[in-house]
């Protein structure tokens, strides 16, 4: 008997000790994967899987393995995680880590395009069953338009009017300070929407995008 009801005592710690860092707040349960506690990237992952997934997939659009992009980019943040200045500041230290993959693949697409390569052009969550092929199409112009952007620019516009961030989190993600992005994504809005003239569809997308963003 004890040597059965031992191991399930480990058990039922483990079991708690796992729910308790689950419910740690971002400045706890950075300072636990830090301390390399068991459990912490598992409540990371759980917690920012979903927020990182959407992130690379709005920002790269149509092709690419979006799945592999999530995996690479956990393995970097529990990589640098020790590097972070402000255990608080963790969401925002993964957002742009995820930001740095996405623009690394975006470069990789241009490489292949060079050399003749092409993606695919399947579209990642947006092309599922039942999708409405007006709403595809759509879309993948909409991604066609982006890709005419610089990286810098694309992935602005894509964290701030797609994704939902902040500015101020946006700004962050691509490195450069509140008042240089506001500046840029008044420029880009504004060169999105001369590219969509003629396109009811896309301009009246673009049409949606909150003031605050043309700038002032």
């Known amino acids: 008997m004890p040597s059965t009801s031992l191991p399930l005592a480990g058990h039922r710690l483990a079991l708690v000790r796992s729910v308790r860092v689950a419910e740690l707040d971002d400045a706890a349960l950075a300072r636990s994967l830090i301390k390399g506690e068991a459990g912490a990237?598992?409540?990371?992952?759980?917690?920012?899987?979903?927020?990182?997934?959407?992130?690379?997939?709005?920002?790269?659009?149509?092709?690419?393995?979006?799945?592999?992009?999530?995996?690479?980019?956990?393995?970097?943040?529990?990589?640098?995680?020790k590097d972070i200045r402000d255990p608080a500041a963790l969401r925002p230290f993964l957002i742009g880590i995820a930001t740095r993959v996405a623009r690394y693949d975006l470069r990789r697409r241009r490489l292949r395009r060079w050399i003749?390569?092409?993606?695919?052009?399947?579209?990642?969550?947006?092309?599922?069953?039942?999708?409405?092929?007006?709403?595809?199409?759509?879309?993948?112009?909409?991604?066609?338009?982006?890709?005419?952007?610089?990286d810098k620019a694309r992935l602005l516009f894509v964290l701030r009017n797609i994704q939902g961030l902040e500015l101020t989190e946006a700004a962050e993600a691509v490195g450069i300070s509140v008042?240089?992005?506001?500046?840029?994504?008044?420029?880009?809005?504004?060169?999105?929407?001369?590219?969509?003239?003629?396109?009811?569809?896309?301009?009246?997308?673009?049409?949606?995008?909150?003031?605050?963003?043309?700038?002032?």
């Open 116 to 150: 003749f390569l092409t993606d695919d052009g399947v579209l990642p969550e947006q092309a599922r069953e039942g999708t409405a092929p007006e709403v595809r199409q759509a879309l993948q112009r909409f991604y066609q338009l982006l890709d005419r952007l610089d």
């Open 41 to 81: 990237p598992a409540a990371v992952w759980d917690r920012y899987a979903v927020v990182v997934r959407g992130l690379l997939r709005r920002a790269l659009g149509p092709g690419g393995d979006i799945e592999d992009l999530v995996q690479e980019t956990f393995l970097l943040f529990f990589r640098q995680i």
């Open 179 to 216: 008042t240089t992005a506001k500046r840029h994504l008044a420029k880009v809005t504004a060169r999105l929407h001369a590219m969509a003239e003629g396109d009811p569809v896309l301009s009246t997308y673009l049409n949606a995008v909150p003031e605050e963003t043309q700038g002032d």
